[in-house]
């Protein structure tokens, strides 16, 4: 079992950096790939950003390549999004999930390879 709890989200302008937390509980933390997606009103959930047990493999969406970056500090049980360049259609609801699925070494982009989920984090950007 793993427990996921965001943190982060709040009124940004556009360009502004917003970094957000996703805080893990229980001891299969290690043995996990960790995603971030994102959903607003009246849209699918996206995929963001997903980062392996090692960390050492990360994969991005489209619309975020090159402004976002996912990290992960296994000793802190903490995966992080930094968000830099924030732009209007950034505004969501922010997930974390977590992954047992292959023991956390492959990071796939599909909402339902997923296991558990946090309740979320608003992130809203303004023009």
């Known amino acids: 079992q793993v427990q996921l709890v965001e943190s982060g989200g709040r009124l940004v302008q556009a360009g502004d950096s917003l970094r957000l937390s996703c805080a893990a509980s229980g001891r299969t933390f290690t043995n996990v790939a960790v995603g971030w997606f994102r959903q607003a009103p009246e849209k699918e959930r996206e995929f963001v950003a997903g980062v392996s047990r090692s960390g050492s493999i990360t994969s991005y969406g489209d619309s975020v390549k090159g402004r976002f970056t996912i990290s992960r500090d296994n000793a802190k049980s903490t995966v992080y999004l930094q968000m830099d360049s924030l732009k209007p259609e950034d505004t969501a609801n922010y997930y974390c999930?977590?992954?047992?699925?292959?023991?956390?070494?492959?990071?796939?982009?599909?909402?339902?390879?997923?296991?558990?989920w946090g309740q979320g984090t608003q992130v809203n950007v303004s023009s």
């Open positions: 999930a977590a992954a047992q699925k292959w023991r956390g070494i492959v990071v796939s982009k599909e909402p339902d390879a997923y296991d558990y």
